[in-house]
């Protein structure tokens, strides 16, 4: 149904005098949302919602409210009540986005952190990791995952930077959503987290996010809006923090005004855990469906609230229609997650783990193309830094897993190239002892970076990183290696959720940003760098020369205010040169973008076009190629972001071979939220399609331009 909001912005837009920009093009188009995709997959909607209001009849006000709260019972996943006499078994909730809850008490399969999932840039890959988290959730008894994390990074330094997909809207939409459509293609919901400006550890309970109506549009709710609409998500954790004053689980412009209003949601919206409610009475108006994970504020005072009329009965209805429709629509009362512990551990998801990890590894330096490194030609490998040997899978706060078993990044070096070379480890070299060591070495590879201690969830963790360095001593570790080993024969390994500021990144000979690569990550990254698998990884964030080149990141006050600038964006508003540009990553092969063709290049306001690009190899080496779409609006009466992401697409291309891959681009996503009008906004002006390999206008080599109709 059209909501009556956009049909509204039809009529100003046709009404206001001076919608045209003043220079010649036509009025700005107003733009409806790009069409949903159906919530409920039972086979008969209809008859869910009957058999939902046949149920709601029969219960009393105080067994509507209790379906409100989990149970606050314990067991291997966070219940919300069960009604059998009625048909419904309740919802089994669980963490989360890189694997299963250690609390489910199974040796799930540790998968590469969101962030690094991220840098595959390839949705049907994270369709893959939903649909096995999900297969594994419900082997633990589970049917509704609490993940995504899908919060824009607006700031490297956010402890929970690595649970995300990167800093880029329509990039982390895109494979949120693809993560959802494989969670739900399980039977299991997936549960959109956390809405939304949630992007700092240390003040999360408290602080609240100002944002004006066009920073929230464009910048913190498009990704949501993604996953809702297109996604077709079953659930939407509300955040701890507040945005404009109001806490999310209370904040009734955006859960009942854009989530359930503008964007048409009908799954159910659950609180953060514990903390997530502060107000029985705003919160139930407000919108929020289910505190979690037991009654404090949905109670008995709800119970008491409705009865001295502060809320609606029809809401207590609404929010029980909500989770019963989960229930049913997810089809949990004709085939409920039977846990089944024998099933563990999943051995082919354990090779999906290793495969993502080997796609997501970004290779950002290589002098001398010293990756791959040629087994042949090593006899003797030293390995530097005590992470080498850790089994580092990252936080060990809401997100983390217990894997039956963790490849460390040692032990796949190790079994790359055992049966020739001598690997030693030398955690920690004393200088000068060691110096001989390193100089003699066919190759040194040093491993540092981050670990649990240094980023992760506030409380359950340490909560956000003081800044963008390298800890405990590990930059004068690097100097110290880089001065013995000679020229061509050190790559550095940096671990962790995002960008370092090291000398390393200057000086290493070859340079790859491993993140945290899940249990297979060894092998991963071993296969990488032996040249097994091509280093194929985009950075899904902006890797700024400094801290102070980013926007201020405060973790202290209680209030902060948020523009629409930040990362790749920040930067190139700036002019500021970042280390390594939005998108980048190198290849092992010379890959080149020959060619680029637009399927229309005056498309409806709400079409869809596609971008046709040839990618030739003119190495001797497979590669992988990330095509990205950037959108310029040259002469925009607005203030946009130079040139935006748009649209991407991964392609596979053989040694002497052109590929061509096909990326859609929504004219949706060309718009622009106007103040003045109140809505989006398709600018029926000359727009420019910049193809290319990274955010840098220099990896930017054709141009298509486009004007919407
Ligand atoms: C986290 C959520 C998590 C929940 C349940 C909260 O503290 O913020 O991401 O899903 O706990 O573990």
Redesign the pocket.
């Known amino acids: 149904m059209r909501p009556p909001h956009h049909a509204l912005l039809v009529a100003l837009a046709a009404a206001v005098p001076g919608c045209a920009d003043g220079d010649g093009a036509p009025p700005p188009a107003p733009v409806d949302l790009p069409a949903a995709t159906p919530h409920c997959r039972a086979a008969d909607p209809a008859d869910v919602e009957a058999r939902v209001d046949a149920a709601i009849a029969t219960l009393s006000l105080e067994d509507k409210v209790s379906t409100m709260a989990g149970t606050g019972e314990g067991g291997f996943t ?1 219940p919300v009540r069960a009604f059998p006499d009625l048909g419904l078994p309740g919802l089994h909730m669980s ?2 986005p890189r694997g299963v ?1 250690p609390l489910a008490d199974v040796p799930s399969t540790a998968f590469p952190v969101g962030i690094l999932r991220g840098a595959t840039w390839d949705p049907d890959l994270e369709r893959e990791v939903g649909a096995a988290i999900a297969r594994e959730l419900r082997a633990a008894g589970g049917d509704v995952l ?1 993940a995504p ?1 899908m919060n824009v990074l607006r700031h490297p330094r956010w402890g929970r930077a690595q649970e995300t997909y990167g800093e880029d809207p329509l990039h982390v939409g895109v494979l949120a959503t693809a993560f959802v459509e494989g969670v739900q293609s399980e039977g299991v919901l997936a549960s959109a ?2 809405f939304t400006a949630n992007s700092i550890e240390n003040t999360r309970f408290e602080v609240d996010v100002t944002l004006d109506e066009r920073a929230l549009r464009e910048v913190y709710l498009p990704h949501f809006r993604r996953v809702v609409r297109q996604g077709a998500v079953g659930s939407v ?1 509300s955040a ?1 923090n507040a945005v404009n004053g109001a806490q999310i689980s209370a904040n009734a412009p955006l859960l009942n005004g854009v989530l359930k209003g503008e964007w048409g949601f009908r799954g159910l919206v659950e609180s ?3 903390f997530g409610v502060r107000d029985t009475v705003a919160a139930a108006n407000g919108g929020l469906d289910v505190e ?2 037991q009654p404090i504020f949905f109670g008995d005072d709800l119970v008491d609230a409705v009865r001295a009329g502060d809320v609606p009965e029809a809401r207590i209805d609404d929010a029980v229609r909500r989770v019963f429709r989960a229930q049913l629509c997810f089809g949990l009362d004709a085939d409920p997650p039977v846990r089944d512990v024998g099933r563990f551990p999943f051995d082919d998801h354990a090779d999906l783990a290793r495969e993502v990890a080997a796609r997501g590894v970004v290779l950002l330096r290589n002098e001398g193309d010293l990756v791959p490194l040629d087994r042949a030609a090593y006899d003797d490998v030293v390995v530097v830094g005590a992470p080498a040997s850790a089994p580092n899978l990252g936080d060990t ?3 983390a897993v217990e894997p039956p078993y963790v490849v460390s990044v040692l032990e796949g070096l190790q079994g790359a190239v055992l049966d020739r070379a001598v690997v030693t480890h030398l955690p920690r070299p004393a200088f000068p002892d060691d110096g001989a060591r390193l100089a003699a070495a066919d190759a040194v590879v040093l491993v540092v970076g981050l670990q649990a201690d240094d980023e992760g ?1 506030s409380v ?1 963790g340490p909560g956000d990183r003081p800044d963008l360095a390298l800890p405990r001593g590990e930059e004068a570790l690097y100097a110290q290696v880089r001065a013995r080993v000679p020229a061509g024969r050190l790559v550095v390994l940096l671990v962790g959720s995002g960008p370092l500021t090291t000398a390393a990144t200057t000086g290493a000979d070859a340079l790859l940003w491993i993140g945290y690569p899940g249990m297979e990550g060894g092998r991963a990254v071993a296969e990488v760098l032996f040249g097994d698998a091509p280093p194929t990884g985009r950075l899904p964030f902006v890797w700024p020369v400094a801290g102070a080149d980013l926007p201020p990141f405060d973790d202290v006050s209680l209030a902060v205010t948020y523009d629409r600038w930040h990362g790749h964006r920040y930067l190139d508003r700036a002019r500021t040169a970042p280390r390594f540009p939005f998108g980048f990553g190198l290849a092992t092969t010379e890959l080149r973008l020959t060619a680029a063709t637009l399927s229309d290049a005056s498309p409806p306001v709400d079409g869809e076009v596609t971008v046709a690009a040839e990618v030739e190899n003119l190495g001797d080496r497979d590669g992988v190629e990330v095509v990205q779409v950037y959108a310029e609006v040259p002469g925009s009466p607005h203030d946009r972001p130079r040139r935006a992401l748009v649209g991407f697409g991964r392609v596979a291309v053989a040694p002497g071979q052109v590929s061509t891959v096909t990326i859609p681009v929504r004219v949706f996503d060309l718009a622009v939220w106007d103040t003045a009008l109140g809505g989006w906004v398709v600018e029926r002006r000359r727009h420019v399609l910049h193809v290319g390999t990274s955010a840098a206008p220099a990896d930017q080599p054709l141009a298509l331009p486009l004007t919407p109709r």
């Open positions: 966070y963490d989360g809850s609490l994390t987290k956390h954790m701890y953060d855990w514990v979690m994970p706060g809401s997100s969830e359950l």
